[in-house]
């Protein structure tokens, strides 16, 4: 997600896990721990999953009897109309109490696994929509503190109440201010729909199984961040072109517009300036525009940001301006950077030392300012007199960790490489293999920016030597995801060529001089 051509949040959707925040399975309880209060889920993962007492919901003695008679087919309908509720949880009850091993019971994910932990659940089941929240075995219907207008308030609770199906309550969300009865009530239909799926599919469930999957990574992100301020979406697959189209006619038709399908040859994180981006803020160290620079470290138990003054440390007349100046700058990256990298847990930020509180409290309000939009939530403890901020920020996701250091593509790691140089006559040998031994044409070059510039510029460029020399116009395009001393090609259809290793090309080219000096 951009925001004036910033990166400001980077997802990414692990193909490896089945695991979602959302996801509903039935679980099997493996064992119970009555020291933690809690027990010890099988949900088909490798390690087991964490259900606390606190989880479980005060509806959980009437979900508990509902999962039940679908299991053995006495509940015929998935409707909750003529459900009896059974009574609710006491608050302060213990585990020992209600779980029995080898008990199967309907969980959702809350938290998915991190590190060495597994997926962390709850019993208190709910189904997230575009405006509203449905929460099955309850009657209440609560509003986001978010919508403070009163009147309006009321009118959205008068017209949940006029469409919600019976033992059904629902949480009205902040995106539903202003919202007519028809946006509402097709929401409130998709998600009793999902809720028929998931009885449908719990009457044939076996243990592990999963019963409902959450939307995937792109339509939950449609239906949790669109809003007024986007002014285009973005994507370059057909596919999901259509499945993002689809949805969005589903959710907002109004915002069909802003989706777009990329279909340029340039790579559209290329395009629209991302890869470069990302490799330049996700490093153990980041610029911060403006001056100075963060150090971020990763540990098992928290994360610590270190502010720096780098050269900036002589543009105010003293000390106290010069640390207020780079903190404030600092303040706005550390909470972009909390975004972007989805940090979650424990975060300590080692700001330069002010000795004003004034000048403290400056910077604890910048941080809270900027992430006031920041949809985890999160407490930020005022900043000490160490200069040390503490923030909490929820965490329902592994944060993202993306490796900016590039292994050298022509040694592969070893340190050893041909010399650079020889890269351009590697290139050529290639060029003149595709068009004059294969007769390839509409081929295109994909280097490193730098050597996009030495094929590129000159009066009489390499690339128009290339069009003399051989009829044909050889396309050259700059990909900044490329190592210096890496290259590829593409045919006309864009579908990459194979061309042999560097080690290989220079085996070629002095198997051919030895063989010219055979001759």
Not at 71 to 98: C, H, M, P, R, Y
Not at 111 to 136: C, F, N
Not at 423 to 440: A, F, G, K, M
Request: aromatic share 8%.
């Amino acid at each position: 997600m951009l925001q004036d051509k910033r990166l400001i949040e980077y997802h990414f959707d692990r193909n490896d896990t089945n695991y979602s925040v959302g996801d509903i399975f039935l679980g099997t309880v493996k064992k119970v721990m009555p020291g933690l209060n809690a027990a010890f889920i099988d949900i088909g993962y490798q390690k087991d999953a964490f259900l606390h007492y606190g989880d479980l919901g005060e509806n959980f003695p009437s979900l508990l009897k509902w999962s039940r008679g679908v299991q053995s087919q006495k509940i015929t309908v998935g409707a909750l109309k003529n459900f009896q509720f059974e009574g609710q949880l006491d608050k302060v009850g213990k585990a020992a109490d209600v779980f029995k091993k080898g008990q199967q019971l309907l969980v959702q994910i809350v938290k998915e696994p991190i590190s060495t932990k597994g997926p962390r659940l709850s019993m208190d089941i709910s189904m997230a929509g575009r405006y509203l929240v449905l929460v099955p075995f309850s009657n209440t219907i609560s509003v986001s503190k978010k919508i403070v207008s009163k009147t309006e308030r009321e009118r959205l609770k008068r017209l949940i109440a006029s469409i919600k199906p019976d033992n059904f309550g629902v949480i009205i969300r902040t995106v539903a201010e202003g919202r007519e009865v028809a946006e509402l009530d097709r929401d409130m239909q998709s998600m009793t729909a999902n809720w028929e799926q998931l009885f449908q599919s719990l009457r044939v469930a076996k243990p592990n199984d999963k019963v409902l999957g959450e939307l995937g990574r792109t339509s939950s992100m449609l239906r949790d961040m669109l809003n007024e301020s986007f002014d285009s979406i973005t994507v370059d697959s057909a596919p999901m072109y259509e499945e993002m189209r689809s949805y969005l006619q589903k959710i907002a038709p109004d915002k069909l517009g802003l989706l777009k399908l990329h279909t340029g040859k340039v790579k559209v994180f290329e395009h629209v300036g991302i890869e470069k981006q990302l490799k330049t803020l996700f490093g153990k160290t980041v610029t911060v525009p403006g001056g100075g620079y963060l150090v971020i470290e990763h540990t098992e138990a928290l994360h610590v940001i270190d502010v720096n003054s780098g050269n900036k440390s002589n543009q105010e007349s003293d000390q106290e301006a010069t640390a207020l100046m780079i903190n404030m700058l600092a303040a706005k990256e550390v909470a972009r950077q909390l975004r972007l990298r989805d940090m979650g847990g424990i975060i300590v930020v080692d700001f330069i030392d002010m000795k004003s509180p004034e000048s403290r409290k400056k910077v604890e309000d910048a941080v809270k300012d900027i992430m006031k939009n920041d949809k985890a939530r999160f407490t930020i403890l005022p900043i000490t007199k160490f200069g040390l901020l503490q923030i909490t920020r929820q965490r329902v996701r592994p944060a993202e960790n993306i490796v900016t250091g590039e292994v050298c593509p022509t040694c592969g790691g070893t340190g050893k490489i041909s010399a650079s140089i020889l890269v351009t006559d590697e290139i050529d040998n290639s060029i003149e293999d595709l068009l004059v031994t294969q007769n390839q044409s509409g081929i295109t070059l994909y280097v490193h920016p730098f050597l996009h510039a030495y094929y590129t510029k000159g009066l009489v460029s390499k690339q128009m030597k290339w069009y003399l020399k051989y009829y044909k116009w050889v396309k050259i395009m700059k990909d900044t995801s490329l190592g210096l001393t890496d290259y590829r090609i593409e045919d006309e259809r864009g579908e990459e060529i194979e061309i042999h290793s560097p080690a290989a090309a220079m085996s070629r080219l002095q198997d051919r001089e030895v063989e010219e000096i055979t001759d």
